[in-house]
């Protein structure tokens, strides 16, 4: 697939990050390169201790904002630079964070920039541990983190590996896509589908015509999968059925692997009795072979003909009339009119309609180019987007009608 440049989950967003004195500090600078590569406004606070593993220019290079590493220098036209950016973050993530900061915070301790700040900001805070395997093990340290967990503070690893000290343990810090993906769930936890629950379907459904041989379609779930981790980023609890074989398994978010129509169908079935938001993303095959044949079938013959039968629409047999479905249309050639055709089978408010022959939309892009066609006839032309994007605005309206 060709590469996304316009991934912007966190567009909008002031994130602070506490860099404290730890062997890992220098993975911070990745995770406000990350932070700051979808999208976010990166300020950085450290401990003392911090610098002497790395530099504040690195930091200030990396986000373009100052760094606070003393509670006494302010760099800001602000009153107090600590204080007044906790006010206006969307989330604050330690990262590194010390045994010895766990332990200040839990018991309020504001003796230097980052516990300050943790202390004095709004926002989610979000703690990723890193210390020796011994130090995280400690009854000390499993208290303080217990203490901050019950007041609502969040936590992301340790993982087990190997550890400066040269033992293997729990104590290396999570990794820097694991901790931006706990930052973004973070940040949805207020957002407008919270306490809605959404399901997703997504990729190519595959019917078997031997154990070896499958008929399936092009389809590479992208769609659908930006749209389980645009719901999950909006606070919706997500269930995402999906089939791609290609993609990994988003955070944050129920996963269930499926291949068939039947498997996809029974699924749907189960979680959308209570759920609020269904989107059929997933590429549906239309036919399955008419029988199905238990071993490879063999290359003797110059011809081979396969017999398919229809798979009707299931749809229907979804018992929750609360339920809102959103459906989509991937077509070739007269992709309104189709659209608007399959639309009037389905129970759904409107369809998202698109042409997968058009350059840069489609299959295997990270962009799409679709059009929503309304039950009323209206219909709204969207500019080629990134997926994601695509997901948000079909979000946009789903929300409106739950």
Known sequence: MKHNTT??????????????????????????????????????????????????????????????????????????????????????????????????????????PVTATALSSRANLLIAPAMDGEMYEKSSTKKNIEVLTNTG???????????????????????????????????????????????????????PIDPVRYITNRSSGLMGHSIAEAARDRG?????????????????????KTSTVESVRLNVLKNCANADLLVMAAAISDYRPTVISNEKI?????????????????????????????VFAAETSDTLKNAQEKLSNKDAPFIVANNVLEKDSGFENYTNHVSFVWKDGKVEDLPTLPKFNVAHEILNRSIKLL
């Open 236 to 256: 919706a609890n997500v269930t995402l059925i999906t089939s791609s074989q290609i993609l990994n398994v988003p955070f944050g978010m129920e996963v269930i």
């Open 298 to 326: 063999k290359k003797d013959k110059n011809q081979f003909i396969l017999e398919l039968k229809k798979i009707e629409d299931w749809l229907g047999e979804i018992k929750n009339s609360d339920l809102v479905k959103i």
């Open 153 to 207: 503070i969040h936590f992301v690893g340790p993982i087990h590996g190997r550890l400066a000290s040269g033992i293997t343990g729990n104590g290396r810090l999570a990794e820097i896509d694991e901790i931006v993906d706990n930052v973004r769930k973070i940040i949805g936890l207020s957002g407008d589908f919270k306490g809605k629950k959404v399901v997703v379907t997504a990729g190519g459904t595959r019917e």
């Open 7 to 112: 991934f912007l989950p966190l567009l909008g967003h002031k994130i602070i990050l506490g860099v404290t004195g730890s062997i890992a500090s220098y993975k911070s600078a990745y995770l406000a390169s990350a932070l700051s590569k979808i999208g976010a406004e990166v300020f950085v606070v450290m401990t003392p201790s911090a610098t002497k593993f790395i530099g504040l220019e690195t930091f200030e290079g990396l986000t373009h904002n100052p760094v606070i590493s003393n509670l006494w220098d302010n760099k800001t036209k602000s009153n107090i630079d600590h204080v007044d950016i906790g006010l206006e973050a969307s989330c604050m993530v330690i990262a590194p964070a010390t045994a010895n900061t766990i332990a200040k915070i839990a018991y309020g301790v504001a003796d230097n």
